[in-house]
């Protein structure tokens, strides 16, 4: 044969041709769904070869059920494998110099010979539309017509396959113009296509034994946040499925990527297949997979002001893989004891999670926000304080399930981590403190979600952050008492911290703090830091311990 004996047309089941085919493996062969709309069998052969040819089962892809619909793609099922060699794939790659080669293409247009057509054509990805289909010029001298539907867009010397026509502009029967779908969008609707694709990453099998086990996982808001934390930034487009997800990891970003994004991906499945996917990530991607440190594990300690008197309500969770660990039952303690009491039960807590990446995070009430945390200890008995780990601080108000600044921090935290970087807005130490102007500008500014200050917020600005449902704040507890503001302390500190957070991810803030005290540690004493004294708000509200069932509403 002369390689091209996958090649093939598709027609009614009683007879009579819709368009073209072309075969993928020894029994499947991809067309459009619009050829074969409204049927659930037709009729398939190949070009060159005489008889009626073989039934075939239609299975829909896409989306397509109008003329203008995305996913516009069908496999034909055939009853048993066929002796001819499938079409070779071109690979995803090789797809940006296709601007500089001619291709095929056929059809089989209504003829009263009923033979097939042929056609050269030019395309490139700069033609695009709709982020979906390519531009088909056809050559001097040919053109498109109904019947090109189904065909295999393939280059002339090699025969790779880099796409499927779709349609055409077609006037007086004849079309100069048209579109086809490239792989990496047929791809997109077919996952099984991936299989057969000559992918660069990983081996065949294990890219097969993986799109098998996140089979029929779709893409949640969830593994969004995943994806964003994981590569930096959120994609430019959704995905179908887990699976999209994962492949644009693995053909965007290195193999370690993966490994975390499969790690935080993991506990977002059932039991059962999580440990499947762990026990492949191991098997694949050499030494068993990173725990999912972009999602560190916490201590949270929960201090609810009590109405009467002054005492508190204190409880201590941990959190790891997305859900709620072991924990302390509720005690009630006076304000003099609650730093002991805290720094007992991290110390009894904290024990399950070594091992891991983990942090402290301190839900208060609003006016214990300011304390120095990172100061009190996890070992008293050896002098170790909470700053040898991330120490953050928690709105406790927004850890009831009905509080109203609970679902304004949701919103703004859903933009943030779309956002994947911080962006954050200063707030100069000399800025007005009175009035409602701090409240208004953040009401009127729903994109504001990480704020900076030169110096400790007063209460307005920090009421109104709160209220405002702002996620992210960070300030140096130190406050600026200059005479004049042009050249002051808060100002250096500020310019300092705004330029350390502004292109870090969200999910880097608690481990980006850390580090920025430890550099304070050995920065000489009479010269402002911004690690000094550091307090970093930092409430995500996808770590939501249940309450004690003394607190609920």
Not at 224 to 241: I, K, N, Q, T
Request: aromatic share 8%; hydrophobic share 40%.
């Amino acid at each position: 044969m002369d390689g091209l004996e996958w090649r093939g047309w598709v027609g009614r089941p009683e007879g009579g041709r819709l368009g073209a085919a072309f075969l993928i493996s020894p029994t499947r062969l991809l067309t459009c769904a619009h050829s074969v709309r409204g049927l659930a069998e037709a009729r398939v052969g190949f070009s060159g070869a005489a008889g009626a040819g073989e039934r075939a089962k239609v299975i829909a892809c896409g989306d397509w059920n109008a003329p203008g619909d995305l996913g516009d793609v069908a496999v034909l099922e055939l009853e048993a494998p066929v002796q001819r060699r499938p079409a070779r794939l071109a690979a995803p790659d090789d797809l940006r110099g296709a601007s500089r080669r001619e291709f095929g293409v056929w059809g089989f247009p209504a003829r009263p010979d009923g033979g097939e057509r042929h056609a050269t054509v030019t395309t490139r990805a700069q033609r695009s539309m709709r982020d979906e289909w390519w531009e088909l010029k056809p050559g001097p001298g040919d053109w498109l017509e109904r019947g090109y539907s189904g065909s295999a867009v393939y280059d002339l010397d090699t025969h790779e396959v880099i796409g499927m026509v779709t349609n055409a502009e077609i006037r007086d029967g004849r079309a100069a113009l048209g579109w086809m779908l490239p792989v990496t969008r047929i791809r997109h609707y077919f996952e099984e296509l991936d299989d057969l694709l000559p992918l660069t990453w990983l081996t065949p099998e294990a890219r097969r034994d993986l799109r098998g086990l996140l089979e029929g996982v779709r893409f949640t808001d969830p593994l969004a946040a995943d994806l964003a934390r994981v590569v930096g930034r959120p994609p430019l487009e959704g995905f179908r499925s887990a699976w999209g997800a994962v492949r644009h990891v693995a053909e965007g970003w290195s193999a370690e990527h993966l490994a975390r994004y499969l790690a935080a991906l993991g506990p977002r499945l059932p039991e059962d297949r999580g440990r499947r996917l762990a026990s492949w990530s191991g098997r694949h991607l050499g030494a068993a997979p990173p725990r999912p440190g972009d999602e560190p594990a916490s201590v949270i300690v929960r201090l609810e002001r009590l109405t009467h008197g002054d005492a508190f309500d204190l409880t201590l969770h941990t959190w790891a893989d997305g859900r709620e660990g072991p924990s302390l039952p509720t005690e009630r303690v006076t304000k003099d004891r609650v730093r002991g009491a805290v720094e007992k039960g991290v110390a009894d807590l904290a024990p399950t999670l070594f091992g891991r990446d983990w942090m402290i995070e301190f839900a208060v009430p609003e006016t214990w926000l300011g304390r120095p945390f990172e100061e009190w200890y996890v070992d008293r008995d050896h002098g170790i304080q909470m700053r040898k780990y991330p120490v953050v601080v928690r709105d406790v108000e927004r850890l009831r399930p009905r509080s109203f600044r609970l679902d304004q921090a949701h919103r703004r935290w859903r933009l943030l981590t779309e956002r994947g970087r911080s962006e954050p807005r200063p707030i100069h130490c000399d800025a007005p403190r009175k009035g409602r102007a701090f409240q208004d500008l953040l009401e009127a500014n729903t994109d504001y979600c990480v704020l900076v200050y030169g110096s400790r917020p007063v209460k307005s600005w920090l009421t109104a952050a709160l209220n405002n449902g702002v996620p992210v704040m960070l300030w140096t507890r130190t406050p600026c008492d200059a005479a004049t503001h042009e050249d002051c302390r808060g100002h250096r500190v500020l310019d300092e911290l705004t330029a350390a957070v502004e292109h870090a991810h969200p999910g880097d803030l608690p481990r980006l703090a850390l580090t920025l005290r430890k550099k304070a540690l050995t920065a000489p004493r009479d010269s402002p830091h911004c690690g000094r004294d550091l307090t970093l708000l930092w409430d995500d509200p996808s770590r939501f311990p249940d309450p004690p069932l003394a607190m609920e509403d």
